[in-house]
């Protein structure tokens, strides 16, 4: 199994990123896909999944902000981020079934 997470930059609060990891080596369409992300000195913590059926959870942190989606043509998961504060800057990272992406940095400047 392999994630490429990708989109991560810099941006200023209020603004918008949108995350993307592509999977590969799974059954895309039968699995639930989440974001965790994990801030500078602290843990991971869990930010959306979304289930094979398209069932979505949110951190309360994230709800009414964040939006997570799949496509399984293309084995993709994403993350829209909108409305972004600083305190939303951190690595993000895609999971599934045991497995990690690499990360990708997500910075937001006040």
């Known amino acids: 199994v392999q994630l490429q997470a990708s989109g991560g930059g810099l941006v200023q609060a209020g603004g918008s990123l949108r995350l993307s990891c592509k999977a590969s080596?799974?059954?895309?369409?039968?699995?639930?896909m989440a974001w965790y992300r994990q801030a500078p000195g602290k843990q991971r913590d869990f930010v959306a999944n979304?289930?094979?059926?398209?069932?979505?959870n949110y951190a309360d942190s994230v709800k009414d902000r964040f939006t997570i989606s799949r496509d399984n043509a293309w084995r993709t998961t994403y993350l829209q981020m909108n409305s972004l504060r600083p305190e939303d800057t951190a690595v993000y990272y895609c999971?599934?079934?045991?497995?990690w992406g690499q990360g990708t940095l997500v910075t937001v400047s006040s």
């Open positions: 999971y599934v079934r045991g497995t």
């Open positions: 080596g799974i059954i895309f369409k039968f699995l639930t």
């Open positions: 979304i289930t094979s059926a398209g069932s979505t």
